[in-house]
């Protein structure tokens, strides 16, 4: 069964940083991308970044490109989201997704970005 | 205009069919995508459902009723998640995705109300 479980999230300042983590099992994790994807308070589904089984391809959205990065250690079953310069609308729950069909959901994380 | 566009809500009444759409916006071909189907409960993380691009290219979640099935309409350049004979547990938000030029689109979300 694939499990995922996020860590990480909390309260921070405008423009300040945040590191999410994601430990992955019940699964192949070296054999799968992985993505995060983000959910605001009362919203929809919004895609962040998604990196490949190898890691030698990574995507961002546009709204977190050049503030975001992904990474993942295929040994320790990980994949961490380092979110930096963060803004009020970055104010979300964090879902760490397994596969770029996204056929498994963690519980999620909750980052709250104050100014 | 966003990639992908559902109603916001409809509602079913218990053992009726349910339909719901996911418009691709003009320029791209739904005959030529992948169409992702997620539901989400209040307070729960997305779970998948299925995926369809053909009758000869499709896959179903995990777990997933057959009463949940998946197809496209050309002449509205949508795909089209059938929820046959809805139940009250059905009732939830149902979110539509594609891959699109090296990114993820998630369309809107359909809140979907079982009177």
């Known amino acids: 069964e694939v499990h995922l479980v996020e860590s990480g999230g909390g309260l921070v300042q405008s423009g300040g940083s945040l590191r999410l983590s994601c430990a992955a099992s019940?699964?192949?994790?070296?054999?799968?991308?992985m993505s995060w994807v983000r959910q605001a308070p009362g919203k929809g589904l919004e895609w962040v970044s998604y990196?490949?089984?190898?890691?030698?391809?990574?995507y961002y959205a546009d709204s977190v490109k050049g503030r975001f990065t992904i990474s993942r250690d295929n040994a320790k079953k990980s994949v961490k989201l380092q979110m930096n310069s963060l803004r009020d609308e970055d104010t979300a729950v964090y879902y760490c997704?397994?596969?770029?069909?996204?056929?498994?959901w963690g519980q999620g994380t909750t980052v709250t970005v104050s100014s | 205009q966003a990639v992908l566009t559902q109603p916001s809500s409809l509602s079913a009444s218990p053992g009726a069919s349910a339909s719901v759409t996911c418009t691709l916006r003009?320029?791209?071909?739904?005959?030529?995508?992948?169409i992702y189907w997620y539901q989400q409960k209040p307070g729960s993380p997305p779970q998948y459902l299925l995926r369809y691009k053909s009758d000869s290219d499709k896959h179903q979640g995990s777990g997933v009723p057959s009463r949940f099935s998946g197809s496209k309409d050309a002449s509205a350049n949508a795909g089209v998640l059938l929820i046959s004979g809805v139940q009250s547990a059905d009732e939830a938000d149902y979110y539509c995705?594609?891959?699109?030029?090296?990114?993820?689109?998630f369309g809107g979300g359909t809140k979907v109300t079982v009177l």
């Open positions: 990196i490949s089984s190898g890691g030698g391809t990574i």
């Open positions: 995705m594609i891959w699109h030029s090296n990114a993820v689109a």
């Open positions: 997704v397994r596969e770029g069909g996204m056929d498994g």
């Open positions: 019940g699964f192949s994790f070296s054999d799968y991308s």
């Open positions: 003009s320029g791209i071909n739904v005959a030529t995508y992948k």
